[in-house]
């Protein structure tokens, strides 16, 4: 009798062991993509359907000679608006004329020339969001041959006019089909985390939307931070949780709203697309998108996204373990005053006996005092402190 038991023991053992480590693979997407969120520039925020080649061309030169290339901005992605409104007559997508009379295949040449790499928008239904262009619903193969012969390396994939089947059963045979064509696409999912994506996008996509679509303004900005930060365990390397794509340097927000908005955005893992004009980019909002010490906090390789450990009212406190046995901290109040914040060592998962230095990353600088059980801030309000914690005893 007890032998039977063991044996029985031993087979369950066996048979969740081997069906964790067959949910941990990948059953369609492996492309090798997204070790860290993906960084780059998307059109649609700043310019909406305002769009043509010369300034898909001028904002690649402007990330390289602003440095933004440099520090990881790779991806110069074109969102809707960019096709005519009919296939040709052999079913393919046709770049409009009027704007991108060159085509995408020398577009795409170009933005390799420089070191980075094109982005371009479809969505999986029968037309895109603007209903200025086809969708890919139906021709998911077609398009992904299509997007691979021009070279296109980044595609966000929308959720409008469909056929009313539900976002895992469309998105999934584009992933199919973007894997049989031999050239990595990065797949971004944004079907507005309408069916939960964070709970079925690995599988399909190197991110997934959370969110409906971000506007530029505080109320906006924080709910999607909100609405994000809920789904924070599933997001991993090879594939995040999207937010949207960054309002930084849009206007809509003062300078200290941004820098909550880029230190929230990078705490929590979400990819880094920058949503202005980098033509123009002011020195203030370079000073934010270029923070090389919060860039690294989202690139960290350990690839945990932060979450609220504390609320209190509209204090809260964020924080996610980085690599080194560090710990990136965000002192955030919401409120309408300048507040004193303190985050305990209990609360943000540091060994409460632990002597910690403390990083300032808007500052740039170490604080000179050695911290012991928690640490203590004023925070202005609508504003943020970013801290990285290391121990030392």
């Known amino acids: 009798m007890e032998a039977s038991l063991l044996t029985w023991l031993l087979l369950i053992v066996v048979s969740v062991t081997a069906n964790s480590e067959s949910s ?7 492309n090798g993509l997204a070790s860290t969120p993906p ?25 390289v000679s602003s440095g933004l290339a440099n520090l ?106 973007l894997m049989s064509v031999g050239h990595p696409i990065f797949f971004s999912l944004c079907e507005w985390g309408d069916l939960h994506p964070a709970l079925w996008g690995f599988n399909v996509g190197n991110s997934w939307r959370t969110t409906n ?11 999607r931070a909100d609405q994000n930060e809920v789904y924070a365990e599933f997001a991993r390397p090879g594939g995040w949780n999207d937010p949207d794509m960054l309002e930084v340097g849009n206007g809509g927000m003062t300078k200290e709203e941004y820098i909550v908005h880029f230190s929230i955005w990078a705490i929590s893992k979400a990819p880094l697309l920058i949503g202005c004009d980098v033509r123009n980019i002011t020195k203030e909002t370079m000073e934010i998108i270029a923070n090389k010490e919060v860039i690294a906090v989202n690139q960290d390789k350990l690839g945990i996204q932060a979450k609220k450990v504390r609320m209190e009212g509209d204090l809260e406190v964020w924080a996610g373990p980085l690599s ?38 808007w500052e740039h600088k170490n604080l000179k005092a050695r911290f012991a059980e928690n640490i203590t801030a004023t925070v202005d309000s609508h504003a943020c402190k970013m801290y990285i914690l290391k121990p030392i005893s």
């Open 324 to 361: 080194g046995y560090r710990t990136a901290l965000v002192l955030l109040n919401r409120g309408t005053s300048r507040r004193v914040m303190t985050a305990c060592w209990d609360d943000i998962g540091i060994p409460p006996s632990s002597t910690v230095i403390v990083r300032d990353l």
């Open 213 to 223: 679509d971000i506007s530029d303004n505080w109320d906006s900005m924080v709910s």
């Open 72 to 177: 990881g901005y790779e991806y110069v992605n074109i969102d809707d608006c960019w096709a005519e409104i009919s296939r040709d007559n052999e079913g393919s997508l046709v770049p409009k004329n009027s704007t991108f009379p060159s085509g995408l295949k020398a577009l795409a040449d170009y933005v390799h020339s420089k070191g980075l790499k094109l982005g371009i928008y479809s969505d999986a239904g029968y037309y895109t969001c603007s209903k200025k262009m086809p969708g890919s619903l139906g021709y998911e193969e077609h398009d992904a041959k299509t997007f691979a012969s021009w070279g296109i390396d980044y595609l966000k994939y929308d959720n409008c006019f469909n056929d009313g089947s539900k976002p895992p059963v469309r998105f999934p045979v584009m992933t199919r089909a």
């Open 39 to 63: 960084m780059g520039w998307n059109s649609w925020n700043h310019f909406n359907c305002f769009i043509d080649e010369n300034i898909i061309k001028q904002t690649a030169d402007a990330l």
């Open 24 to 30: 941990s693979r990948r059953d369609l997407l492996a």
